[in-house]
């Protein structure tokens, strides 16, 4: 009987510990450092649980489920591609934005965007790293119980395989490379959320299009991934790593932005 080897398990933990450590890590040093205020940090959390998982969820459950035509006219890759990407900048972007214009016209400064883009990106590791975790973790010790092999609902044993094939053949550094990814999408979020908030700032909706456009860019190879049509992970995590050291070079470059704009 296969089974999830130890080092598969660890990886899973680990990558758990530092998608959603590392938020948590970076919210207590900005705090210190910045003096960070909680409500951004809490509305962008509710941003993430609203536009996304609300929202987003159901305009995805008519159109990739329960639509028939557009079920089918999205099997397309290229097209699921600009669709998902789109989906998720147009959803994610104006929540920010509406947040942002209602909720934080107190509270508009670089320090901010910091926050909010760290409870956005925070929620999002956890939904992302802390279900699916429990749930891999589950099914790993339920496999090396035996459990699994005698399990007699063929449709749910069917439904769980390629789970557990991912689980017992695939590489322990690809669950930690979930957990480095997330590093790397939280700071995309922050970088993102300061785009949005300068367009509120300084009245230029123009930066929220940049930023719609620029979400919609940073998940497409995700997306055609997901289709087939990149095959190697590893070229997907690359972008994701240049795009989050860019994100890190704006968020530097856009606090003396934000002090000018102040003035």
Do not use: C
Request: net charge positive; proline share 3%.
């Amino acid at each position: 009987m296969k089974v999830v080897e130890t080092s598969a398990i660890a990886a899973q933990l680990a990558g758990m510990v530092l998608g959603i450590g590392t938020p948590a890590a970076l919210f207590i040093y900005f705090r210190k450092k910045y003096r960070i205020s909680w409500k951004p940090f809490l509305l962008g959390l509710l941003t993430f649980f609203l536009f996304v998982q609300v929202l987003e969820a159901a305009f995805h459950g008519y159109f990739l489920y329960a639509n028939e035509w557009t079920k089918e006219w999205l099997k397309n890759p290229w097209l699921y591609m600009l669709y998902g990407g789109l989906a998720a900048g147009i959803f994610e972007e104006t929540g920010r934005l509406v947040m942002m214009k209602f909720a934080l016209k107190s509270r508009r400064d670089w320090k901010d965007g910091l926050s909010f883009g760290l409870g956005h990106g925070g929620f999002e590791a956890l939904w992302i790293l802390g279900v699916n975790g429990v749930v891999l973790l589950s099914l790993s010790f339920f496999i090396n119980s035996g459990s699994f092999d005698s399990l007699t609902d063929g449709q749910l044993k069917e439904a769980l395989r390629p789970l557990r094939d991912q689980l017992v053949n695939g590489s322990p550094w690809l669950f930690l490379l979930a957990g480095l990814e997330r590093i790397g999408a939280v700071l995309v979020h922050i970088g993102l959320s300061l785009v949005v908030l300068y367009a509120v700032k300084s009245g230029q909706l123009k930066f929220y299009w940049f930023a719609v456009l620029l979400h919609a860019i940073f998940d497409f190879p995700a997306a055609l991934y997901q289709s087939g049509v990149i095959a190697d992970i590893w070229l997907v995590e690359i972008f994701v790593a240049g795009v989050a050291v860019l994100s890190v070079a704006w968020i530097i470059k856009a606090k003396p932005l934000f002090e000018r704009a102040e003035a």
